[in-house]
């Protein structure tokens, strides 16, 4: 959306600002979809609830475009859009159009022209990995989502939104579902945790797949948003990225990406400590934006930056009603530098 000023910050004339946000929103689904074996599906009232509770959040960030994670209907997520009073031109969850089994799906919803959007559901064969007493991990369990943009000055922006394996242990299952293993044995939990990162790792070294592959060969500028079920700094979520690896060779910025946090250009507005989730007591950021080297003010091949990014997480501490979410929802404003005739264009 081309503002002259947006979150109270001035914005000169030669740039067009854009908003990003991603978010978990926590089981979203239609009432009466049973969407796991151990929870009870929403009624009505309660399916209204989340709407409006999660149309609210969505007024606020006020996104252009906004990566969703947790989504097991279309149906449901059309409602919360909906309950925001905000237009927006696609919403979008593949694999939950008639309600998603099994995993939930991730989403977008954006008010930007949609050029492609594709969801990416196996590996490589050369990257699928053998996880113990389980086999060949093949797939995202839950797939990402690939799309292609155009801003309203025209340019083009690629946005994969993902939500990577948690860290819950993978305990051996049979076929009916049902645990194998005994999970108050320590040395079982460690070895079903084991399980459980090389699958992650496994999802995270196939996402750097996909961008790389976006990087190397469009030219195009990138967005990653999405759960990555660990900290910006953690190996899988470097594995992504590869940031770390600018620091020795200049020539790993084609390919790399740089955490939104880290390269913001407000710095009245950094903190030493921002969160999206806590997990006994211990606050992580594991909810994020990275972005490609176009956006980092630094860059010569720079067209514009992240200006600052906020993390809104009051509600995770309010109260646990399935409702709500309990992740904090993380948002970047991001410029571009633009002719002021292509603005111009854009505003009519």
Known sequence: MLTAQTFGTPVPPQWATLVVATCNILNLAAPGHVYYDNQDAYDTAEAQRKADWLGAQIQRLGADVLGLQEVWDLSALQAAVSASGLHYSTVAAPGAEAGAEGTP???????????????????????QVVVPEI??????????????????????????????????????????????????????????????????????????GLVVGLLQHTNEPLLLLGDMNDGPQSVTSQMVAATQAVAYDKAARD?????????????ALKRDMAYSHVHQGRPDLLDQIWVSEEFVAASRFALGDVRRVDVFNDHLHESRERWRSDHGFVRALLRWRVATSAITAAST
């Open 135 to 208: 086999g060949p991990y093949t797939r995202f369990e839950r797939p990402v989502l690939k799309a292609r943009l155009h801003t309203k000055a025209g340019q083009p922006l690629h946005v994969l939104v993902v939500h990577l394996k948690s860290k819950r242990p993978k305990y051996l299952q049979d076929a009916a579902g049902n645990t194998v293993e005994d999970v108050d044995d320590p040395r079982v939990t460690a070895r079903a945790t084991l399980r459980s990162l090389l699958m992650r790792g496994a999802e995270a070294a196939a996402l750097r």
């Open 105 to 127: 799906r991730v989403a977008l919803v954006t008010r930007l022209a949609l050029d492609r959007l594709e969801s990416v559901t196996h590996f490589a064969a050369a990257e």
């Open 255 to 267: 390919v790399a990406l740089f955490h939104a946090w880290d390269v913001a250009t407000e710095p």
